[in-house]
């Protein structure tokens, strides 16, 4: 149980383009979705939180209009780079949480962008 | 402000025991996560105290002493296999997860 996909898990695309990144739980309700960026040898930064049917809360220093999120259904969010540029290169990660605050954030498996 | 510890990174050997440490400070505690990631791939969920003493499951065994910020990972029987980044994240009393930079185990045969 408690498996959370991404897709997709590597895109490569100019500068200039908008990407879609789909996170789905796929066995479970995930009322809070989090997304994470992690660069190179470095640990995960969180992005934002969503929850279902809410505007997502962003953490300091992220672009809210240059990473759109949205939570649509219990099972979806997406992830959108607006713009993207060479230094949006990343690995993103989704998690979500099926529960209340304590229960356990489970990982997609993550999705690669290289931005040229 | 909020902080996790945790090594940078350490060795062991196949086979043997190692014991990864994490101290922190954080306004508040709702439990403490361990998660292991192998390189280029994301976090998988491995244990997750919320009481003082210690969880045993199969080879891995986690330990926490909140009056002493204090958690340790537990690994037995160390396998090539377990080579990957442990993180220790803390929830704070927001139930935001606090992510320590992870400990690079390295399994040398």
């Known amino acids: 149980g408690a498996v959370v996909s991404q897709h997709p898990s590597r895109v490569i695309c100019k500068s200039g383009t908008s990407v879609k990144i789909e996170c789905r739980s796929l066995?479970?309700?995930?009322?809070?979705m989090f997304w994470y960026r992690q660069f190179p040898k470095q640990s995960l930064m969180l992005m934002a939180t969503?929850?279902?049917?809410?505007?997502?809360?962003?953490e300091q220093g992220v672009e809210k209009d240059k990473f759109l999120i949205n939570h649509a259904s219990l099972t979806l969010s997406t992830l959108t780079v607006t713009s993207a540029h060479p230094e949006d290169s990343s690995f993103y990660i989704c998690s979500a949480r099926a529960g209340g605050f304590q229960e356990t954030q489970y990982f997609g498996p993550g999705t690669r962008l290289l931005v040229l | 402000g909020q902080n996790i510890d945790q090594p940078t990174e350490m060795t062991a050997t196949e086979g043997a025991i190692v014991q990864i440490n994490c101290t922190y400070q954080t306004s508040g505690f709702n439990g403490l996560f361990w998660y292991q990631q192998h390189a280029g791939e994301a976090p998988t969920f491995l244990s997750y105290?919320?009481l003082d003493g210690l969880e045993e499951k199969g080879r891995f065994s986690s330990f926490l002493s909140r009056s002493k910020g204090y958690s340790y990972l537990l690994l037995k029987e160390l396998q090539m296999k377990d080579s990957a980044s442990y993180l220790c994240a803390v929830m704070d009393s927001n139930y935001q997860l606090i992510w320590g930079a992870g400990t690079k185990l390295i399994i040398k045969p």
């Open positions: 066995d479970f309700q995930a009322t809070t």
């Open positions: 969503s929850n279902e049917g809410s505007k997502a809360t962003y």
């Open positions: 105290n919320v």
